[in-house]
């Protein structure tokens, strides 16, 4: 049996996923081409083209509709001003013991610092563009000395992929073009094809030389070994237009697959994923025909053809301002006029251009995004109409966003985990922490907008309670506020270390209680000295009576008392 990992079997792979693929490019193209020209790479020839690619756009309203769901979903789901995620565990009770409260909050301050630093909020804002556009978007993550890990964009066009049983991705081969130079530097001018060195000593750097990468599950890995060609995931590289028998410029390996494949939406066990721009498309052709025919309607207005009298058909044309014609007084009838009568009427079309585009918008959720900004209204919108709004848009976005965090934003966080425990970056993990599994929780704005439903159960229980505690306080029993507290703090995303550990917490109430004992002691001493004084005071003769009372022996008679 051949070896899986020959050249020649990796090609045949290869070919496969990009026959697989090739139902797709059309839509892609045609998408592109109406909606985001410079998206999309349809043929490996197609790098660093400055030609003009506009040219089926007269109207730019899905451009921006697009780029707005960009930014929008940029700023609800990964925004670079505030967290969107944290490091917990499932063990609720000890992610609240302090120094496991503090590595984790650490922890997670600590990636958003490599997100920051390298290229990942660009390449993601890249991404929710692509998806919203072809529905599905990819980019390679690879450990970086400089920055801990960098992305490596892909477009729509120069990628295919495949899935595995469960639909996840599980292999990417990728086409693209790279300069000598470029090809040198990285695999070093020993793995490079003859005519690829050549260029080099030449110093023909800028050169264009065509490599193909995949990546996919090793199919002949040992899992007895740790070298990285038996890990999990094989990633090679190698000229496409070199001989077979070159083999390839580099074999790696990986413990994680290393290429994230979001799909916007996905129907049964489709490769790729469908799209907002895909459903728009309609919508957006009709947008640029309307606005053809409104142009051509204006044109006719402005400028009508003409009929001309045939003796005046050598004489000097002036159609501008201020232009003149010469005709025979003899023939007024003859002179110079609208070859027929430019009345229309564009109040239709004008009225139906708005309604397309607010369809366009709606695809792509812009209308959303901007609900605040587009509120014409002159008393604007309240805070409690607002955070209505927000839980209008999770509806509306709530799917897109699990699938998100499943196959984009979750395996990112694990690979750069890995990445910072690789580099040694890592704070000093807690002894309490050995053997535990790390969970994430995603507290961005989108996310927690689907929190806020719970949050607004929580209101409505506190305010009943509220209203039932003047006339029975025992009610107040049946709440434990510590957990409300902490509960809220979840909801919300506030910074954990602003809320005190639960054993900081019952450390203080006990030293509370302790000097609540004291102070209730040193104030009862005054009134026991002063009674005691008195007892000391008090004549033996008279205590021994009334000791003597009190056991019945002195007792004074009836007469006596009376």
């Not at 073009?177 to 020993?190: A, H, L, R, S």
């Not at 110079?336 to 229309?344: H, Q």
């Not at 993990?429 to 053997?435: F, G, H, T, V, Y």
């Not at 704005?445 to 506190?462: I, K, N, P, Y």
């Amino acid at each position: 049996m051949p070896s899986m990992t020959s050249r020649r079997e990796t090609e045949l792979r290869k070919a496969q996923m990009i026959t697989e693929r090739s139902s797709w490019m059309h839509h892609w193209r045609e998408i592109s081409e109406y909606q985001q020209p410079r998206v999309g790479r349809f043929l490996v020839s197609d790098v660093n083209r400055g030609d003009k690619r506009h040219n089926s756009i007269i109207d730019r309203t899905p451009l921006g509709a697009s780029r707005t769901l960009a930014a929008g979903m940029q700023a609800g789901v990964t925004s670079p001003a505030r967290p969107w995620f944290r490091v917990t565990l499932s063990d609720k009770d000890l992610v609240e013991f302090g120094p496991v409260k503090t590595w984790l909050h650490r922890t997670g301050l600590l990636m958003r610092e490599v997100f920051a630093k390298s290229n990942t909020y660009n390449t993601l804002h890249t991404g929710y563009l692509e998806l919203g556009l072809f529905g599905t978007w990819a980019t390679a993550v690879m450990d970086d000395f400089d920055n801990v890990i960098h992305h490596y964009a892909m477009t729509v066009g120069e990628y295919a992929l495949s899935t595995d049983e469960k639909g996840r991705v599980c292999s990417m081969v990728r086409e693209l073009k790279m300069t000598v130079y470029q090809v040198v530097n990285m695999f070093g001018i020993e793995k490079v094809s003859d005519s690829t060195r050549t260029a080099y000593q030449n110093n023909q750097m800028q050169s264009w030389v065509d490599v193909t990468h995949m990546v996919e599950p090793n199919p002949e890995r040992d899992p007895s070994k740790a070298d990285s060609k038996n890990m999990k995931w094989r990633s090679v590289y190698w000229e496409t237009k070199s001989n077979q028998e070159q083999g390839f410029l580099r074999e790696a390996g990986f413990t994680r697959m290393r290429v994230l494949a979001p799909r916007w939406d996905v129907t049964s066990n489709d490769v790729y994923g469908h799209s907002p721009g895909m459903e728009a498309l309609g919508d957006v052709k009709q947008l640029q025909q309307e606005q053809l025919r409104k142009g051509q309607g204006i044109d006719y207005k402005t400028n009508p053809p003409l009929q001309v009298p045939t003796q005046l058909r050598n004489s000097p044309r002036s159609r501008l301002p201020g232009g003149v014609y010469f005709y025979d007084q003899m023939n007024p009838a003859g002179g110079v006029r609208s070859a027929f009568e430019v009345n229309l009427d564009l109040s239709h079309l004008l009225e139906d251009i708005r309604d397309v585009r607010e369809r366009i918008n709606a695809a792509y959720y812009a209308d959303l995004f901007l609900m605040i900004a587009n509120d014409t209204r002159p008393q604007r919108a309240t805070a409690t109409e607002i955070a209505e709004r927000h839980e209008e848009k999770m509806l509306m976005l709530g799917p897109v966003l699990e699938r998100l965090h499943n196959e984009l934003l979750s395996p990112l966080i694990d690979i750069t985990f890995d990445a910072c425990a690789n580099a040694g970056i890592l704070p000093p993990i807690p002894k309490e922490l050995e053997d535990m599994e790390l969970q994430v929780e995603f507290i961005s704005v989108l996310a927690q907008a689907q929190r806020m439903v719970s949050a607004a159960g929580t209101d409505r229980l506190l305010g009943t309670i509220g209203t039932i505690a003047p006339l029975r306080p025992e009610v107040l029993d049946k709440v434990d506020f510590d957990q409300v507290v902490d509960d809220y703090a979840d909801m919300f995303g506030v910074n954990p270390e602003i809320i005190v550990p639960d054993d900081v917490v019952a450390q203080r109430r006990a030293q509370r209680e302790q000097q609540m004992a004291a102070q209730q002691a040193a104030a009862a001493a005054p009134v026991m000295a002063d009674a005691a004084k008195k007892a000391s005071e008090v004549d033996p003769t008279n205590l021994r009576d009334v000791m003597g009372m009190v056991s019945g022996y002195n007792s004074p008679t009836a007469t006596e008392i009376a």
